[in-house]
């Protein structure tokens, strides 16, 4: 493929996908701007350098072909297990888990970094095999063993949140490969079997979870305590909302964690069911523009890097609101673009990155053709 100039490639940027990222991290600002009573250096200054640091990241990542990030992708995966393994052995401490390496100007979560690494490296060995019954079980050892080193090392710290996003992503991989979907349901009815043994080896923290979300009722003041106040701030605030910076259980401090794992109940409570809808009609039309460009790919690895990618996406988004709102366990998942954090911040414009540079290199095709 000949030279394509800097500025030409500007252009055949998904500008609609990179609007709809910088709109929901706007979105994100004024939030953190409410839930911090108007205090802009107290989250929403430190959040919009990470934004600017992200943004760069991404456009750096997107004018990059995407077989670069294909030859890279080994090593990334081995580079962010090198981190989870530093992290069991010295990693920074902070609310009772161990998943940090502090850097001293940031705190860096190698679990974040892994969701991408993961993508990456089972794209990469899709597009070097073909499933054939011959060496279909020596393929499955090597594709679990590349799920499962991450997933136990992150099931360590502890983080069982993340550790199923993982799990999950890398099993949408192997099925969107082309394994037969009786092996999933092997896997599943397997999964059911042991429920009770995996329950026992469980921490006893994340078996309240559970039983917190089954009945939260039951701890009001302790376990159940989060979520009770985010449906209590959800619920009350009608079709528009309380109005900006009025939501009453932000303003009297009930609401617990409003900056990061409830950034949705901080907003909905101001913008109420309308203003829901319309930002879930946001990431709506983001997930639209990745799984356009999904659509595009023949090629193994960037298929099934933005099938991974975007997975990775609306696991977060899914999990997030899902928790927030009562119907799945809290389990500590950002909502994508909008909640406080550096590391989790720049991983989700990297993956943006990669996936429009995934489609840049098609519609550069496109145009030389």
Request: aromatic residues 14%.
């Amino acid at each position: 493929m000949r030279y394509v100039p800097l500025h030409n490639r500007f252009k055949l940027l998904d500008w609609s996908l990179i609007g709809s990222v910088t709109f929901l991290s706007v979105i994100g600002l004024v939030v953190l701007y409410s839930a911090a009573e108007g205090d802009f250096f107290q989250w929403s200054s430190k959040q919009l350098m990470r934004f600017g640091l992200g943004f760069a990241v991404m456009l750096f990542v997107a004018l990059t072909p995407w077989n670069i990030w294909r030859s890279l992708s080994y090593g990334a995966y081995i580079t962010s297990l090198l981190m989870l393994v530093y992290v069991d052995l010295f990693g920074h401490i902070g609310m009772g888990a161990q998943r940090w390496i502090n850097l001293y100007f940031i705190q860096l979560q190698p679990s974040e970094i892994v969701k991408i690494t993961i993508v990456l490296a089972l794209a990469r060995f899709y597009s070097s095999v073909h499933f054939k019954t011959a060496n279909l079980s020596s393929h499955l050892f090597v594709i679990m063993t590349f799920i499962a080193i991450p997933v136990l090392l992150v099931l360590r710290q502890p983080d069982l949140g993340t550790a199923m996003i993982l799990l999950t992503v890398g099993l949408t991989l192997v099925f969107m490969a082309g394994l037969h979907w009786g092996y999933f349901v092997g896997a599943g009815a397997a999964v059911a079997a042991t429920a009770p043994i995996l329950w026992n080896h469980l921490h006893e923290y994340q078996q309240n979870r559970i039983l917190t979300f089954l009945n939260p009722e039951n701890d009001p003041l302790g376990t159940g305590y989060h979520i009770i106040q985010s449906k209590i701030a959800v619920g009350s605030a009608g079709i528009l909302g309380k109005g900006f910076m009025n939501g009453s259980q932000n303003k009297l401090d009930f609401l617990p964690e409003k900056q990061t794992d409830f950034i949705f109940t901080t907003f909905t409570e101001e913008f109420g069911f309308i203003g829901a809808i319309l930002l879930i009609s946001a990431y709506t039309f983001l997930f639209y523009c990745c799984y356009r460009i999904a659509l595009r790919f023949h090629q193994t690895f960037p298929r099934l890097m933005v099938t991974g990618l975007i997975m990775t996406f609306f696991l977060y988004f899914f999990i997030n609101i899902g928790m927030v709102i009562g119907v799945m366990p809290v389990v500590g998942v950002p909502l994508p673009l909008m909640t406080y954090g550096g590391t989790a911040t720049l991983t989700m414009m990297t993956s943006i990155g990669l996936i429009l540079s995934a489609d840049l290199s098609h519609r550069m095709k496109r145009s030389i053709l």
